[in-house]
């Protein structure tokens, strides 16, 4: 049986855990829920998404990039453009992903001679390279006033909460599936040390640019379904850098390098943005701020370090009161 996890690691009970709730996030929509629950679903299932892609290249290899945003936007505003030249918005979607890699491997290559915080450096500009270049192209993507897709034919959640839900498990099932396979080995051999790795004969360039590729595939879909909910998008929106520093937030308030604490991330992330959104517009920032660095000094692992350790606790607790018991029983 296929589930989020491999077969090998995870109880029958937890992945019949995971298919009952994937059926039950199925049907919110056929049972009447309010449609702001289907909202922050979407909202949660493409930063899923989202921070599970950056946590291929920069949880797994270590490989910390701020240019996703380049990719989230070229994906909308491919789903944008064609959308309003007659195509079908989910033929766009492949189109986008398929620009998403191709700049993904253009400017991957190079940056990937770079390493540490230069690598970084680079790639903050290449996503405001981006923006500012998308604010130029008015003829095409209308500038600095964005660009309004069709709406004809009304609008429903439903078709777009389903998408969503849809990419999410396809994000996690290729996250697990790298991180058991010999993908997942290699980019966390490179990410502890890359020189080692080249020694002994890991093709740490390819790797590198396979999993930039990867991430820009999901994030250039998650852009194209994020322009399809929206019916807006401008460049400072989706080729913004607070989009690249939320994606890289999610997986590291989350966990790096792990299945779920990306999902964690989002999910913490969506609940922060959605209470102090409202009334307090900016306060949501300084949140954001101070769980990075509470947990960044209290425990780099995120929320699933925290809840390894408290696991491990509670089964040494449990096992010292296994151990106890007999004594006490023959003492009586």
């Not at 009952?20 to 049907?27: D, E, F, K, P, Q």
């Not at 964005?146 to 969503?164: D, E, I, N, Q, R």
Request: net charge neutral.
């Amino acid at each position: 049986m296929i589930g989020l996890a491999s077969a090998e690691n995870t109880p029958r009970p937890v992945t019949l855990l995971l298919i009952l709730v994937i059926i039950a996030l199925v049907s919110l929509p056929f049972v009447g829920v309010n449609p702001y629950i289907l909202h922050l679903g979407f909202l949660t299932f493409l930063y899923v998404s989202l921070s599970s892609a950056w946590n291929i290249l920069g949880g797994f290899a270590g490989q910390v990039s701020f240019g996703y945003s380049a990719f989230f936007g070229l994906g909308a505003y491919a789903t944008g453009i064609l959308w309003n030249a007659g195509v079908n918005p989910y033929l766009t979607l492949p189109v986008g992903a398929l620009l998403a890699l191709a700049f993904s491997l253009l400017v991957g290559y190079p940056c990937f001679r770079l390493s540490g915080p230069y690598f970084a450096i680079a790639t903050i500009g290449i996503g405001e390279a981006m923006r500012v270049i998308m604010l130029n192209l008015g003829d095409i993507t209308g500038g600095a006033s964005g660009l309004t897709m069709p709406t004809t034919g009304g609008f429903s959640k439903t078709p777009s909460y389903l998408s969503a839900l849809l990419l999410m498990i396809a994000v996690l099932l290729l996250v697990n599936y790298i991180r058991n396979s010999r993908i997942g080995l290699a980019l966390l051999a490179i990410k502890e040390d890359q020189d080692a790795a080249e020694a002994l004969g890991v093709p740490t360039i390819r790797y590198k640019l396979l999993a930039h590729g990867l991430g820009a595939i999901i994030v250039g879909i998650a852009g194209g379904l994020y322009a399809q909910y929206m019916f807006y998008i401008e460049p400072n929106n989706v080729f913004g850098f607070n989009l690249s520093i939320s994606l890289l937030l999610m997986p590291v308030i989350g966990g790096l390098a792990t299945l779920w604490g990306p999902v964690l991330g989002a999910i913490v992330f969506v609940v922060i943005q959605d209470t102090l959104m409202a009334s307090f517009p900016h306060l949501h920032l300084l949140t954001y701020g101070l769980l990075l660095v509470v947990i960044v000094l209290f425990e780099p692992d995120g929320l699933m370090g925290l809840f390894g350790r408290l696991a491990r606790f509670l089964r040494s607790r449990y096992a010292e009161g296994q151990a106890r018991a007999p004594s006490g029983e023959q003492s009586l």
